[in-house]
């Protein structure tokens, strides 16, 4: 489970197979991968025994037995994201492999030929769907609507500068806004997502907006706030990061293994924020702050 500012449990990397039987692309094109691959196998054993066979498929189909192996460890152990570039690399060889035997198996006579060739060509597909999937960020479009069907919810973005400004990086520390603009800032970033989510930050939209008005704000002579009586540098300054008001469709119970997740009854208005993704951040009337489903509500304004 995702704690708050990013912190992971001690036991992140231990080995559960619901962290791959809950991604249906993962669970999906690993099995059609799997029976082609069994397809292909019978097909070259049957083949050898009955005629001439290209050697180097043999090869082919250990190479990918073995990435089969190692991706359904990845994703047991939650290591996909670590060794993206390495599946991205890998399954790239794999289509060299399964084209090369497909080139040979499709023109050959035969049944057990035409066994062969059907589960080289299945897997060279799989293959390509693999390259442009592990080779594409987890913020791309294609991979956030893919893993949208995922229990866990879209990954984090590989790239550690995804959902920052461009004022984020460019900002000089001797501005004087450069303080009210970090503390909004991480106003926006200290929530992340609940185990559904596996870690995606929701960033506020408003951090983007370089054109929000930053207003003066009085002082007393001695540097202090004359409203709150608190220094500009203090981190107790109230930042609105709910813009937009959104009434419950349905009840929702929160789940007890998820202490982001909020409660909430049917009819009752939140006020929201990030509503770009399944999940939102809600503040309810009374103050508490947390993340509910997106398709439980419904924005009012």
């Known amino acids: 489970m995702s704690k708050l500012l990013g912190a992971e449990p001690a036991n992140s990397q231990s080995f559960r197979i619901t962290n791959f039987t809950t991604d ?20 070259s054993v ?20 073995l990435l089969l192996m190692m991706m359904f460890l990845f ?28 080139t040979n198996l499709v023109w050959a006579d035969g049944a057990p030929q035409a066994a062969a060739s059907a589960g080289v060509v299945l897997l060279s597909m799989v293959n390509l769907i693999w390259i442009f999937y592990y080779g594409g960020d987890n913020s791309s479009p294609v991979n956030q609507w893919v893993d949208s069907f995922s229990l866990r919810g879209p990954r984090s973005s590989s790239n550690p500068f995804r959902g920052q400004s461009y004022n984020d ?5 001797n501005d004087p806004q450069y303080d009210d603009y970090r503390r909004s800032t991480w106003s926006n970033q200290k929530y992340v997502s609940s185990t559904r989510l596996n870690g995606l930050e929701n960033f ?20 202090t706030n004359i409203s709150t009586g608190t220094g500009m540098g203090d981190t107790n300054l109230i930042i609105d990061d709910f813009p937009y008001t959104a009434r419950a469709l ?6 007890p ?18 509503i770009h993704s399944r999940w939102w951040q809600a503040k309810r ?12 509500v419904e924005l009012i304004e």
């Open 257 to 274: 293994d998820d202490e982001n997740e909020i409660s909430f009854e049917k009819g009752e208005i939140l006020k929201v924020n990030d």
């Open 250 to 255: 349905y009840s929702y119970e929160s789940s």
């Open 169 to 173: 990086h460019h900002m000089s520390t």
């Open 285 to 296: 009337s009374n103050g508490e702050i947390g993340i509910c489903p997106s398709n439980y």
């Open 204 to 223: 506020s939209e408003r951090e983007n907006n370089t054109n929000t008005p930053i207003y003066d704000i009085p002082e007393n002579e001695d540097g």
């Open 46 to 65: 049957a083949s050898n025994l009955s005629a001439a066979f290209p050697k180097f498929t043999w090869w082919g189909l250990v190479y990918e037995l």
């Open 24 to 43: 249906p692309f993962a669970v999906s094109t690993w099995s059609i991968a799997l029976i082609s691959w069994v397809i292909a196998f019978a097909g």
């Open 75 to 102: 994703y047991c152990f939650d290591l996909v994201d670590q060794y993206k570039v390495f599946l991205t690399g890998a399954f790239s060889v794999a289509v060299l492999y399964t084209t090369n035997s497909a």
